[in-house]
């Protein structure tokens, strides 16, 4: 899909959400089978609640009805009600997009669907878990994402404003260690001719991490936050870095090419077998547009437990491309079990409590 494609997607998203958005009678429907939840997911509309039973259900799941800001549509289940995609299968397009004949291999993919409330089931044994695509003010809360080739959630084409929240992610990139995040927000410029809107960027910007567990096993990072995105926040985090397979670059719990996050009180530990360099890393690609990437962020109050294997619990890479826009570590930011210690950059002391 071109940049002009994606605009289109969110826009016609965001105005069929806008016409739903006066009160409207909520309807509940319940599946027991992967047809019924087909058909359900087809039929959507703002208000409505789609409850799963307990059970597996094989088959590709896409998501393009939208929600609205007064009357999201929920997708709720236990955990014992698994959605799986056996595929891929048949012959997509380049850039993707729900094509007739061709299965995507996605766990559950939402494109062009705002306002959606993901809650209680799992998504495993499928080539990717959970796609947003043009879906912003999307919530996650309390799914179980497993047993993933490649990366577990991934919040794409400028889905902003989006949450995943007490959710557990656990054996990713199974297939590709390399391309197994637990979370991946935004794209890599090198996609942005797809997966970028009018600016040209991927702006899948203010999205929340909050109070997860994620790992062990997740073969690459736990967090990935790609370049020119903004203001996202990732806080109450616990990651367990064992089994991070060091491909592709994948040797850290968080790396950070976005701007002006919040990392705040997350706990991260790491042990054997597995590649680990640091707890958190800042990197600067370069881009265009330009964005100051890997710049403007702030960690406090986070945990990080080494292994003895690790070298700094923040490592940033450069000062001098963050000129105006600083990268801070505060003092509240504690460290076990570090081969070189705390921060590579100085330590700024945090600011007392206002009262």
């Not at 048949?90 to 004949?101: F, I, K, L, N, V």
């Not at 919040?262 to 042990?271: C, D």
Request: glycine share 14%; proline share 6%.
């Amino acid at each position: 899909m071109t940049a002009a494609g994606v605009d289109l997607a969110v826009a016609v998203a965001v105005a069929i959400a806008a016409a739903g958005a006066a009160p409207l009678p909520r309807c509940t429907v319940e599946v027991s089978t992967a047809e019924q939840l087909q058909v359900a997911l087809a039929d959507a509309s703002p208000g409505d609640r789609i409850r799963l039973a307990a059970g597996v259900y094989h088959g590709s799941f896409v998501i393009q009805a939208a929600g609205a800001a007064t009357a999201p549509i929920t997708l709720t289940g236990p955990p014992d009600a698994v959605l799986v995609n056996d595929g891929p299968s048949g012959a997509g397009p380049s850039c993707p997009a729900p094509t007739a004949g061709w299965d995507s291999g996605y766990g559950l993919w939402l494109f062009g669907a705002p306002y959606w409330r993901l809650s209680g089931f799992t998504v495993a044994d499928s080539k990717k878990g959970i796609v947003l695509d043009a879906s912003p003010h999307v919530t996650i809360d309390g799914v179980t994402v497993r047993g993933i080739e490649e990366e577990a959630v991934h919040f794409r084409r400028s889905s902003a404003d989006g949450t995943i929240r007490n959710s557990r992610i656990r054996d990713t990139g199974l297939a590709r260690p390399g391309f197994g995040e637990g979370v991946y927000i935004g794209s890599a410029s090198s996609n942005w001719a797809c997966h970028g809107d009018s600016s040209g960027a991927d702006r899948s910007d203010r999205v929340r991490v909050l109070n997860n567990r994620i790992g062990p096993n997740v073969a690459a990072e736990h967090i990935d936050v790609k370049e020119g995105t903004f203001g996202g926040v990732i806080r109450g985090n616990r990651f367990d870095g064992t089994g991070i397979s060091g491909e592709n670059s994948a040797d850290s719990w968080v790396d950070v090419k976005g701007i002006g996050y919040l990392i705040e009180g997350n706990t991260g530990t790491f042990r054997e077998p597995g590649t680990f360099a640091n707890g958190y890393e800042t990197h600067n690609p370069t881009t265009t547009p330009p964005f100051q990437n890997g710049c403007g962020n702030i960690w406090r109050d986070n945990h990080s437990d080494l292994g003895g294997i690790g070298g700094y619990a923040v490592a940033v890479t450069s000062t001098s491309k963050c000129s105006g826009n600083l990268n801070v570590v505060y003092a509240s930011n504690t460290v076990t079990n570090a081969v070189n210690g705390l921060t590579n950059i100085a330590v700024t002391p945090d600011q007392p409590s206002v009262r």
